[in-house]
């Protein structure tokens, strides 16, 4: 089964728009980590956050901000006033405890159009 | 600037090469990885190395060697690839050792071409 489901395979919005890209996961430890990466055509692939499986607390950096919600198993990402330089894959992971595995989701492609 | 160094950025080989790619970090991590990337897919975990331990084989085919002669550097030797080995490989590290997840910090990859 996947452990980190991205819905979304492409999305496209106008520059200034917001955008929510989804991730949902899966796991049965109490102790987790969820991560978002950036990848641009450049291929390196970028760490944006953690969060800890128990700290709940939503997270905001300039225009990023990041909806975690155990309820739901779910780690939102939005980007508030998208600028096309946002245009790139993102990727959603989590890690469970006392492995140094990483899953990935399969990636959500933002186009960000001027 | 990344702080994990992959080289060579491109590489193309015949089938009957051997070739190595070349990754190096700085940063003290304990763990390193490399991770095979195909276009628009996620990155698929090949190895992972753990204070100099092989810990994770991903059941990667021996053309495939992974080595790891210290704590800095990570290679991953390469013989006899197929066609369907061409991938970007990407190489990562990171302060965890299990318990505490510290995140990946990625090279920039390797393109790997096998003609």
């Known amino acids: 089964a996947q452990k980190v489901t991205q819905a979304q395979t492409e999305i496209s919005v106008v520059e200034k728009e917001d955008v929510t890209l989804d991730c949902v996961y899966e796991t049965r430890d109490t102790t987790y980590y969820l991560f978002w990466y950036k990848q641009p055509p450049s291929g390196e692939l970028v760490f944006l956050i953690r969060r800890n499986s128990f700290d709940e607390q939503n997270e905001i950096s300039g225009r990023y901000s990041w909806n975690f919600q155990k309820s739901t198993s779910s780690f939102n990402f939005t980007i508030t006033a998208s600028q096309v330089v946002d245009s790139a894959v993102y990727f959603c992971?989590?890690?469970?405890?006392?492995?140094?595995?990483?899953?990935f989701g399969s990636g959500t492609k933002l186009n960000v159009k001027p | 600037d990344t702080e994990v160094t992959q080289t060579p950025k491109h590489l193309v080989m015949g089938m009957t090469n051997k070739k190595s790619l070349k990754c190096e970090q700085h940063?003290?991590?304990?763990?390193m990885y490399w991770y095979k990337q195909k276009a628009k897919k996620p990155p698929e975990l090949m190895f992972v190395y753990s204070y100099e331990k092989l810990s994770i084989n991903e059941s990667v085919p021996s053309r495939f060697s992974p080595e790891c002669p210290n704590s800095s550097l990570l290679n991953l030797h390469l013989h006899a690839l197929q066609p369907e080995d061409s991938a970007l490989y990407l190489c990562?590290?990171?302060?965890?050792?299990?318990?505490?997840?510290?995140?990946?910090?990625f090279g920039e990859g390797s393109r790997l071409t096998v003609l």
């Open positions: 990562a590290s990171s302060t965890s050792r299990g318990v505490d997840a510290g995140e990946l910090f």
């Open positions: 940063m003290g991590h304990r763990a």
């Open positions: 992971a989590l890690k469970e405890n006392n492995f140094n595995k990483f899953y």
